[in-house]
């Protein structure tokens, strides 16, 4: 009987207590947010490896990285969830190098679809031509952009602007007009870029050289530079002469190439280079895209007094003999005519030594005769795999695409996608993270975005959903403007703008400023 009565008298507190512990354990309010990606294996852009987490986004920030049963999301609910069981959750790319024209193509589609979340313009020192980079700057938010914008201010068109064109030696008035422009323009830009192997940079001797990494140095931006010569047997000499330049400010070397160079080994020893200047406290980066052709305007072939169109017609008024010579020479020692793929119509497919069958002339006649310099742009082979590879595979070392909307070369398309299809799942010579690293926090370091390129709270939400096995670069150099597949779900500023292979509706991509000056 007593044990009877001990037992109901248990029963009794537990029907008593039962309501109070649920109240306990229940939370009082829930908290609405706005996505929320279920069930990915997370990587955070770092280089860590993958772990299982929820992504909870409000207000373009990722709020939570958390396990399901994290007490930090207890009562959070989602208006909308994306279920990513089986994929990658991974932080938006960073292209560091890239072309295109906002007010013409602001949506960018290219670059989503291949997980580009954020995208650099003014590179190669031709920046919108304007004294006032703030005032393009609104504009393009005003219109709107697909992914975030990162800007650079360009040596070239500083030039341009201070009239100084393609005089060698600046006048003291013109030099200190360039540099407060430039001084007055980094502001809102990120760095200087350069193209000294375009007009007019070319011109620019050593101690102009020195006087924009000054201003650069001083505001704690970068120069991204595409140096003055990239053959082989005079690469050592263009690097060096940005690494003099990395005495005063941050220096990167743009899609970082050895043309006519061959072997792994080759490769090694220029990225030795770079090693050895940051031993001696030279603060230098670099970016790639990972195809053996570039990609450029014909007036790459042609000498420093023929390039401009007035230059041009000078020389072949006078000088036809003496520039079909160099032209000949030149693109033999580029692979030969077979080498140059045309990427502008009319002739866009052809190679250069088709062209000069179907013109029945030499192939330097066509590009006298017919072309010239500003007639348009093409790919050149003329690369090595091997020696490219160690490029891209080095750990300080970011991916870019240096590739654009419409330009006729499979990188501005392909490039991350190539990546991760090629060095990750075909040859594993990348890990997966590591190929990540190199297309978020690494790039978005080298540019100084502090806050993009990493997947952690309180960053803001540029976010890809992906299975790598999935993922392919359908860009061919026949069809270069295939898009991307396998991203399926590219998130910019906690809105889905791609989703599925298509667009998703409106521009959520921000036009970026550099933080205040260190």
Known sequence: MMRMLALAGVLLLAACGAPEESAVEAPATTTAVDLVIRGGRVLDG????????????????????AAPDDPAVAGLVADETIEAQGRIVAPGFVDPHSHGDPLETPAFENFLAMGVTTITLGQDGSSPDTPDLGTWMARVEEQGIGPNLALFVGHGTLRELAGIDREPVPSHVQLETM????????DVAFGLSTGLEYNPGLWAEPEELQALARVVG????????????????ALEASLAELLRQGEHARVHVAHLKSVYGKGAERGREILGILEDAR???????????????SYTGLALLFPPWAKTAEQFEEAKAQRYDELADYLRRRVEARNGPEATLLGTAPHAGKTLAELATEFEKPFERVLIDDLGPQGGSAAYFI???????EFVVDPTVSICSDGSPTGYHPRGHGTFAHVIE???????????AE??????SLPAAQLGLPERGVLAEGRPADVIVFDPARVRATATYE??????????VVIVNGVAARRDGVLAGGLHGRVLRPPADA
């Open 422 to 432: 090629r060095y990750v799942q075909a040859e594993g010579r990348l890990t997966l």
């Open 479 to 488: 069809a270069p403007l295939r898009l991307a597949e396998g991203f399926d």
């Open 279 to 293: 031993a001696r406290g030279v603060r230098v980066s670099a970016d790639v895209y990972p195809y053996t052709a």
């Open 179 to 186: 540099l407060g422009l430039l001084d007055a323009n980094l």
């Open 383 to 389: 690369m090595d795999d091997a020696l490219q590879a």
């Open 435 to 440: 190929a990540v690293r190199k297309m978020t």
């Open 46 to 65: 770092l280089g860590t490896p993958a772990r299982d987490a929820d992504v909870w986004i409000d207000d373009g920030r990722v709020l939570h990285v």
């Open 218 to 233: 001083a505001r704690d931006r970068v120069i991204m530079s595409h140096v003055r010569n990239e053959d082989d047997d």
